[in-house]
């Protein structure tokens, strides 16, 4: 059964790096038929994919526009799990935070969830 | 930027069908787009329903379908249940960038 579980702070001040691992039991994050992502949640942006890391002889990432340029996902490969770093956070980035496996274009497997608060 | 529009809310009586729709700013949806939709009830994490158009998960009641109509995705309910009353999201693929749409608000009543 692959199951994906959540680690990292809940609470991160302004201007500073809200970091979230991932860690994947049952499949490896080398799988070829995966792509390993991370959305969030909130009230005022709702569901936002914010991007993904995925092997396919070499490792690839895609990330999206809204924080291209504060984002990076990056597999693990000793721990078989994959992190979120997010830079530079405002109030803005509060948000749930989940990890999810694309399956062969099926986002079907999420982790539990992660609050994060951007707060001083 | 991408833009994803679906209906903000609808309301459907128990045993009805109705159906939800998900359109793109860059024109018709295709099955290029392999679109998903997920279930989200308060309190909990969204819940995968159909990918790649009208594909179930081995978890799907068999009432949720899922289509391409008329220039968008769509998910079809059919013989609506109380339980059935959340959120729905649709998710589409453009080219290495997954984008969710606004979400629909599903009432039973």
């Known amino acids: 059964q692959v199951q994906l579980h959540q680690s990292g702070p809940g609470l991160v001040k302004p201007s500073q790096t809200l970091s979230l691992t991932c860690a994947i039991s049952?499949?490896?994050?080398?799988?070829?038929?995966?792509?390993w992502n991370w959305i969030r949640q909130s009230p005022s942006r709702g569901l936002e994919w914010l991007g993904r890391t995925y092997y396919r002889s070499k490792w690839y990432n895609d990330y999206a526009v809204s924080v291209k340029s504060r984002i990076t996902v990056n597999p693990d490969t000793s721990k078989n799990q994959f992190s979120l770093q997010l830079n530079s956070v405002t109030p803005e980035d509060t948000a749930v935070y989940y990890c999810?496996?694309?399956?062969?274009?099926?986002?079907?497997?999420w982790g539990q969830g992660t609050l994060v608060t951007v707060s001083s | 930027q991408t833009v994803v529009t679906q209906e903000p809310s609808l309301t459907v009586s128990p045993g009805g069908t109705v159906t939800l729709t998900c359109a793109s700013s860059t024109g018709a949806v295709t099955s290029g787009y392999y679109p998903n939709w997920f279930q989200q009830k308060p309190g909990q994490a969204p819940r995968a329903l159909i990918y790649s158009t009208n594909n179930k998960h081995s978890w799907t009641p068999a009432r949720f379908s899922g289509s391409l109509l008329g220039g968008k995705a769509a998910l079809t309910l059919s013989g609506v249940q109380p339980e059935d009353e959340a959120e729905y999201y649709c998710?589409?693929?453009?080219?290495?960038?997954?984008?969710f749409g606004g979400g629909t608000k599903l009432t039973v009543l």
């Open positions: 049952g499949d490896s994050v080398f799988s070829n038929s995966a792509a």
């Open positions: 999810v496996r694309d399956m062969e274009w099926a986002m079907a497997l």
């Open positions: 998710l589409l693929y453009y080219g290495g960038v997954w984008v």
